[in-house]
């Protein structure tokens, strides 16, 4: 959940081979059902499964709370997995693109709302944390025609803080387990923030940056520049 998706890095995932023909390797690697899109949709199912078996017996039944816990700590699991199985293999797909990011979000915020609603966390938590994930994915976009936003290790911290604090919350504790689970999602909240207006920072650079790199080269062809008279002669001479 800490920026662009793994598998948005482009690309078919197809490799050529000798002879100049696709292997059926490669071509199932660029196919729909790739092992990283399969991770992905299991954790799009798992969201509904999710929120049922917290909400399960009102909500506060320990041991529903720990099959709940089960299904989070499986989302989170698959979420390593999958981007490290599209990098490693250029398992590349529009699906992935897409739905990569919705799996991450979607996971995460059912489980902030139903322990606000709970009553466990702070509305003013979840809405933080949602309002800086939501906005730094469409700001990831904004700025992707331009550059992409790589994931800083503040955002690896912050990814690892939110999952934990948020596993420790569906879990029914007390004692000094409940008040560790209070510090660790400060911890969360903190990270959450500083990453989030480090990106901003990041995104408005890099706009900059771009919008001038392309004026300069509008300006460029104006002034015919883009194709300087000796290369023309030179290409020409060779013909």
């Known amino acids: 959940m800490t920026g662009v998706p793994a598998s948005a890095a482009g690309g078919s995932g197809t490799k050529p081979v000798r002879g100049g023909k696709l292997g059926t390797a490669a071509v199932n690697q660029a196919s729909l059902w790739n092992i990283a ?12 499964g999710f929120v ?52 991450d979000k979607a996971i995460m915020g059912a489980a902030l709302i139903c322990l606000s609603y709970l009553g466990d966390l702070p509305w003013w938590v979840t809405g933080v944390i949602l309002f800086r994930e939501i906005g730094i994915t469409l700001m990831r976009f904004w700025v992707i025609r331009h550059a992409v936003i790589p994931a800083s290790r503040g955002g690896k911290m912050k990814t690892l803080a939110q999952g934990t604090a948020v596993g420790m919350y569906v879990l029914a504790l007390t004692g000094p387990l409940a008040t560790l689970r209070f510090w660790v999602m400060a911890v969360a909240v903190v990270l959450t923030v500083v990453t989030g207006l480090d990106y901003v920072r990041q995104a408005v ?33 060779e013909r």
Do not use: C, Q
Not at 38 to 46: D, K, S
Not at 82 to 97: E, I, P, Q
Not at 223 to 231: D, E, F, L, N, V
């Open 52 to 103: 049922m078996l917290l909400l399960h017996n009102g909500g506060y039944d320990p041991a529903w709370r720990s099959f709940a816990w089960a299904a989070f700590a499986v989302a989170m699991i698959t979420d390593l997995f999958d981007g490290h199985l599209a990098r490693t293999y250029n398992l590349v797909t529009d699906f992935g693109k897409i739905a990569d990011p919705i799996a």
């Open 37 to 48: 899109n399969i991770l992905t949709m299991v954790r799009l199912l798992l969201v509904p």
């Open 205 to 237: 650079v890099l706009r900059r940056k771009g919008l001038a790199a392309e004026r300069a080269a509008a300006a460029d062809r104006a002034s015919g520049k883009s194709a300087p008279t000796g290369a023309s002669d030179s290409a020409e001479a």
